[in-house]
């Protein structure tokens, strides 16, 4: 698919035949927050005596990103600092390190290593090229072409299957 022009229904009707084919029964929900959590592999220790900050990736919502350098092997890393306000957002943001650390696919971003510590969420993870998604749409300002359209739903539908598999 990458690196060819596609047809769009083409490429969802590929996206839901392998989406909807007959699986076992759903694991009950309890039985997967119970793996999201102990996937979410969260150590208790200070960051800064493991990765330096180099910069500055922006910020959103919930949290803070910095570009960071892995003090052992150099390793460039992106870092989503956060400082939940509530229970709820802690137990979200613990959610998504979980999601990211349960299964290494190549359609979600991969987390490294996460840190409580200061009662803050220290998230250290794969640098995406290109940065953040959300930009990239703001300084399109809505002139998206067909092609760059294709690509991100693409994208996007690897990254729910995966999740969903």
Sequence with gaps: MDGQAANPLICLKVI??????PKKDLQDHT?????????????????SNFYTVVGKEGAGGFARVFRCQRKEDGQLCALKFTEPRTPQEREAIENEIGIMQLGQCNSIVQCYEAFDFQ???????????????????????????????????????????????
């Design 119 to 165: 009662n803050r969420l220290w998230i250290f993870m794969e640098l995406m090229d290109g940065g953040a998604f959300t930009p990239i749409l703001e300084e399109k300002q809505g002139n998206y072409s067909e092609e760059f359209c294709k690509y991100s739903l693409y994208k996007t539908c690897m990254g729910l299957l995966d999740l969903h598999n």
């Design 16 to 21: 839901l035949k392998r989406t909807f084919q």
């Design 31 to 47: 039985v997967i927050q119970s793996a999201i959590k102990t996937a979410a592999n969260i150590r208790n220790e200070n960051p």
